[in-house]
């Protein structure tokens, strides 16, 4: 049963899908990179030795790192070849859902792109699930 309304929902981070304009991406079991940080500017002014200015620069945006469990559908990989040559930039959100299967929270990122994918580590005596990677470059976070 949903709750009530008015009343405020913790957000669960095990369930969340990623997707691009046209193209579904899937579900991911984990990701990294999920942050905003602003670059503080250091001045220490003249004459005054026991304060240091801290002035607010850019935001720094470090890449989006996904993990998930490779299938037989291969969208992560095809899209980081289209972009080998030339940098295909589209919007990337990551969808968070709740308990009840509806988008809970979403992260939308401007001007993205593959940087890197990364397939299974292959061992005859393995016997985890194969797992494939996809790191993003982007713009930063865009605000609705």
Same mark, same amino acid.
């Given at each position: 049963?949903?709750?009530?309304? $008015?009343?405020?929902?913790?957000?669960?981070?095990?369930? @969340?899908?990623?997707? +691009?304009?046209?193209? %579904?991406?899937?579900? @991911? /079991?984990?990701?990294?990179?999920?942050?905003?940080?602003?670059?503080?500017?250091?001045?220490?002014?003249? $004459?005054?030795? %026991? *304060?240091?200015?801290?002035?607010? $620069?850019?935001? /720094?945006?470090? &890449?989006?790192?996904?993990?998930? $469990?490779?299938?037989?559908?291969?969208?992560?990989?095809?899209? *980081?070849?289209?972009?080998?040559?030339?940098?295909?930039?589209? %919007?990337? +959100? /990551?969808? !968070? @859902?709740?308990?009840?299967?509806?988008?809970?929270?979403? @992260?939308? *990122?401007?001007?993205?792109?593959?940087?890197?994918?990364?397939?299974?580590? +292959?061992?005859?005596?393995?016997?985890?699930?194969? !797992?494939? %990677?996809?790191? /993003?470059?982007?713009?930063?976070? &865009?605000?609705?």
């Amino acid at each position: 049963m949903p709750p009530a309304s $008015g009343r405020k929902e913790l957000v669960a981070a095990n369930v @969340f899908g990623v997707r +691009i304009p046209g193209m %579904e991406l899937g579900y @991911f /079991i984990e990701c990294r990179g999920l942050a905003v940080e602003v670059e503080v500017h250091e001045y220490a002014e003249g $004459g005054n030795n %026991e *304060f240091v200015h801290q002035l607010p $620069g850019r935001l /720094i945006y470090p &890449k989006l790192e996904l993990s998930r $469990g490779m299938t037989t559908e291969d969208n992560l990989l095809k899209w *980081f070849m289209q972009t080998r040559v030339k940098a295909e930039r589209k %919007e990337v +959100i /990551i969808d !968070i @859902f709740n308990t009840y299967g509806e988008v809970h929270r979403s @992260f939308t *990122f401007d001007q993205a792109y593959p940087v890197k994918w990364s397939g299974p580590t +292959i061992s005859v005596g393995g016997s985890g699930a194969a !797992i494939e %990677e996809l790191t /993003i470059a982007h713009a930063g976070l &865009k605000m609705a």
